[in-house]
């Protein structure tokens, strides 16, 4: 058996093994992650968020306080 022959099985028990795997997309994960919204703008952030990057989205893009644009939202 030659070098070319092996070569050509590999690839295929590799592929075989790749074709096991589901997609890797995380897309949904981090879709279902956003639950914190803007009651102003309606714009989603992850539910990692902390305040300070909420508060910094309520002053500089609405001129509020946190408590006005994310009422839901607790420390």
Known sequence: ???GAKAAQ???RNAA???D???TSRNKVNEAAKNIVCQTCRQTFLLT???PALEEHAQ???SKTLAEC???FTK
Do not use: V, Y
Request: charged letters at 35%; zero cysteines; aromatic letters at 4%.
């Open 1 to 3: 058996m030659g070098n």
């Open 17 to 19: 093994k790749s074709s």
């Open 70 to 72: 994310f009422p839901n």
């Open 49 to 51: 968020t902390r305040a």
């Open 60 to 62: 500089n893009k609405h």
């Open 21 to 23: 795997k589901g997609p």
């Open 10 to 12: 590999k690839r295929e």
